[in-house]
């Protein structure tokens, strides 16, 4: 854990498994001297290619205010979204707070090789009806993801038989984490 007053936890965390797994943020083969050598030559914007493992990632909860035009740098979003809605108002976002805005590179995760050991019994019989209602590719990616999310507010009714909202939403996280780390 880690505050921007006190950073230090975040530092040793990632430390920490460098030395235990010679990664440092998804990257291979680092020593810790290795890992302060990169973080020292980083400049900013210097982020080019993000990692797939969440295992190797550093997750942000915020709590208290949050000024885009102060906190924040850029912006990440993935390639599916090109000539959507959602990129139209993120870019919008962006450009109004001066926000340099990131694309992540496509992924995409085949339905059927969904194990239900790994997220729980729900996730393919969500991910089929993310299909059925958007797709009809047999794969996900962020997009479909997106629009069964907001569909299963508009119209909960089409949702109801595989759990109530907090299930859909734990589910809709889970196939995400699908997507990005194998896709």
Not at 12 to 41: G, P
Not at 120 to 136: M, N, Q, V
Not at 146 to 157: E, H, K, T, Y
Request: aromatic share 12%; net charge negative; hydrophobic share 40%.
């Amino acid at each position: 854990m880690g505050t921007s007053k006190e950073f230090y936890g975040i530092i040793r965390a990632v430390l920490e498994s460098v030395a235990k797994k010679n990664k440092f943020l998804n990257k291979a083969d680092f020593t810790i001297k290795d890992a302060i050598e990169y973080i020292l030559s980083m400049q900013k914007d210097c982020i080019t290619t993000i990692g797939r493992n969440l295992d190797d990632c550093i997750e942000t909860h915020i709590h208290g205010n949050l000024s885009l035009s102060e906190d924040v740098e850029s912006f990440y979003i993935d390639e599916y979204f090109i000539a959507s809605d959602i990129e139209d108002l993120t870019k919008t976002l962006c450009e109004r707070y001066e926000i340099k805005l990131c694309y992540i590179p496509k992924r995409q995760f085949p339905i059927d090789k969904i194990d239900e050991k790994w997220k729980g019994p729900l996730a393919r019989s969500i991910a089929e009806r993310i299909d059925e209602k958007f797709g009809k590719n047999g794969v996900l990616n962020a997009a479909l993801i997106g629009l069964a999310s907001r569909d299963s507010v508009i119209n909960p009714q089409d949702w109801l038989d595989l759990g109530v909202e907090y299930d859909l939403y734990q589910n809709f996280k889970y196939l995400w984490h699908y997507v990005a780390h194998f896709g």
